[in-house]
Nanobody
């Protein structure tokens, strides 16, 4: 079972940027995604990158977030620019569709206004 470990979260002011990383313990060339869960809300899809590099984003982050992958490093990234308070959440990476056994601890992103 591949372990996924997220990092890179933090506290930023609105308009700031963060880069999240998701390190996999083994090779993963599958479709991978970033998800987030805000307080009191369901976990939601944010972005995915397919094995062939095709990217998909939820409408609310289009033009601000960029998902990428480095297969040599078994790592997925999420570059987040122009952050908004509504982006505040715990961010998780996983396969897409998600593997229930692969949810990690996530990384907290807090955006202040």
């Amino acid at each position: 079972q591949v372990q996924l470990v997220e990092s890179g979260g933090g506290m930023v002011q609105a308009g700031g940027s963060l880069r999240l990383s998701c390190a996999a313990s083994g090779r993963t060339f599958a479709t991978m995604g970033w998800f987030r869960q805000a307080p009191g809300k369901e976990r939601e899809f944010v972005a995915r990158i397919m094995w062939n590099g095709i990217r998909t984003y939820v409408e609310s982050v289009k033009g601000r977030f960029t998902i990428s992958r480095d297969n040599a490093k078994n790592t997925i990234y999420l570059q987040m620019n122009s952050l908004k308070p509504e982006d505040t959440a715990v961010y998780y990476c996983n396969y897409d569709p998600p593997n229930a056994a692969s949810w990690g601890q996530g990384t907290q992103v807090t955006v202040s206004s």
